[in-house]
């Protein structure tokens, strides 16, 4: 079976990712979420982090911290 990988560019998502990355990837099976943080203060990264413990989230769910704010077009 082939995956496909969802890019999730954050910047101040705390309020928003706890929500979607659970929908998206109940979407089916073959999907992973690699969430890209843009070094956001309001926690982002550390909530990413707590589902990535999560069983039914293991080996799907990653995330690449950017060390400072660099916007979306890089």
């Known amino acids: 079976m082939s995956?496909?990988?969802?890019v999730i560019p954050t910047y101040n998502e705390a309020e928003n990712i706890p929500t979607l990355i659970?929908?998206?990837?109940?979407?089916?099976e073959s999907l992973d979420v690699l969430v890209v943080?843009?070094?956001?203060?309001?926690?982002?990264?550390?909530?990413v982090k707590?589902?990535?413990?999560m069983p039914q989230y293991a080996n799907r769910l990653f995330i690449i911290e950017?060390?400072?704010k660099q916007g979306l077009g890089t």
Do not use: C, K, Y
Not at 3 to 6: A, E, F, V
Not at 22 to 28: E, S, T
Not at 37 to 47: K, Y
Not at 50 to 53: M, R, S, Y
């Open 22 to 28: 659970p929908i998206v990837l109940a979407q089916h």
């Open 37 to 47: 943080d843009d070094n956001s203060p309001d926690g982002t990264a550390r909530i």
């Open 66 to 68: 950017r060390p400072s």
């Open 50 to 53: 707590e589902l990535q413990a």
């Open 3 to 6: 995956r496909s990988l969802i």
